[in-house]
């Protein structure tokens, strides 16, 4: 069976979303470091306020898809972007850069349950299809906006701002002609939000396990968040130019597009395993990335991350669900992208600390010993769901 028209829309509105996001995203940290000359902490901590204003953002989002409007929700959070989008091709010193940086992680983060909510409920019949359907449109977006992103930077900034917002611009212009019909599609039934689910939790083991889980998770996040910090300014100071950079952002998202079908080749049945063979993958990429100097180098290293991610990605939400009692499977999904953001949040700050005060060695020595703790967590967590 086809998909249906609105989850075609959703698709078509995502990969423009985030072509528009991704532009500006995985150059953040080279922009705030080189071009306006603030210290890898300082722009760690602006990219940390931004995933933070994200996780507010995501959770008001969620709401307001029950209690209010799906539509108003995020017509209302695509203005928010797009104003501060635009603002920001005019203004984009320290100051109003900042600012802007951390309105337009609220309004995406707001954004975004909607747009995963809206595909749930409107293509319920379609199970794991209508989000991954989302989910391949997202890296398809990342792919673009990278691989233009990086070719505009390197002719100017200032054309990196314009593409962000006219593209943010042209997802408002979809949002406004085409999704007003969508709160009539939804099925209510279908979601409820997470704070309403964070009632008393009665499998306390389970949600135990979960947490055990999630600290691996975490530390996944954290590592893998140094590629858009401090590798991504560390490929600079080497004198890889920008536009390589943006390319092997570029071949995460085509890679996870066109690996899709590859994945059907790893057939095991315990997700466990996915996180182990991920995990280990995951150490690889980062042990070629420490002795990387040049961009070929750096590119092996992001295949075989972008492999790593292809298999644990996927296996945490999934466990997640087998862990969730009756009626609490959106609470228990809240908390894994809720440990992944703070991943996000804490990665660039704490890891940009360690390169200012020390040196970017040291720091991959740390991620190195860090990736460990997934199989610790993964194998607590299997004891305790067998005892």
């Known amino acids: 069976m086809g998909m249906p028209k609105y989850i075609w829309l959703l698709v078509i509105a995502t990969t423009i979303n985030v072509t528009g996001g991704s532009f500006l995203w995985p150059l953040n940290t080279i922009y705030m470091h080189n071009e306006l000359g603030k210290s890898l902490a300082f722009a760690g901590v602006i990219l940390m306020l931004n995933q933070g204003a994200a996780i507010v953002g995501n959770l008001i989002g969620g709401a307001l898809f029950d209690k209010f409007s799906p539509y108003k929700t995020i017509l209302y959070s695509t203005l928010l972007v797009t104003s501060a989008a635009i603002f920001l091709s005019f203004h984009h010193t320290i100051v109003p850069y900042s600012i802007m940086l951390i309105l337009i992680g609220f309004g995406t983060g707001a ?41 505009v930077a390197s002719i100017s900034f200032n054309y990196i701002f314009i593409a962000n917002a006219s593209l943010f611009f042209v997802f408002l212009l979809m949002v406004l002609f085409f999704f007003r019909g969508m709160d009539e599609e939804r099925d209510r039934q279908m979601h409820t939000t997470v704070i309403e689910q964070s009632k008393k939790i009665e499998n306390k083991s389970a949600f135990r396990s979960l947490l055990i889980l999630c600290s691996g998770f975490f530390v996944v996040w954290f590592a893998y968040s140094q590629w858009q910090s401090t590798i991504a300014s560390h490929t600079q100071d080497i004198g890889i130019p920008l536009e390589q950079y943006s390319t092997l952002w570029a071949i ?109 060695q040291l720091l991959f020595f740390i991620l190195i010993f860090l990736l460990f703790i997934p199989y610790v967590t993964t194998t607590l967590f299997d004891r305790r769901i067998q005892n």
């Open 111 to 151: 954004t975004w349950p909607v747009m995963f909510a809206m595909a749930g409920s409107i293509w319920p019949e379609g199970g794991r299809r209508a989000f991954n359907a989302i989910y391949v449109a997202q890296n398809l977006g990342v792919a673009l906006g990278a691989t233009i992103g990086g070719f």
């Open 252 to 360: 995460n998202g085509f890679l996870i597009v066109l690996g899709q079908p590859l994945l059907k080749l790893f057939t095991w049945q315990s997700q466990k395993t996915y996180i182990y063979v991920g995990s280990t993958i995951f150490l690889f990429s980062f042990i070629i990335a420490m002795v990387a100097d040049q961009f070929v180098m750096f590119a092996v290293a992001m295949v075989i991350l972008t492999i790593g991610e292809m298999l644990v990605w996927p296996a945490i939400p999934t466990l997640a669900d087998e862990l969730a009692p009756k009626g609490r499977a959106g609470f228990y999904q809240g908390i894994v992208n809720s440990v992944a953001a703070a991943g996000r949040m804490l990665g660039p700050v704490l890891g940009g600390l360690i390169v200012d005060l020390f040196h970017i």
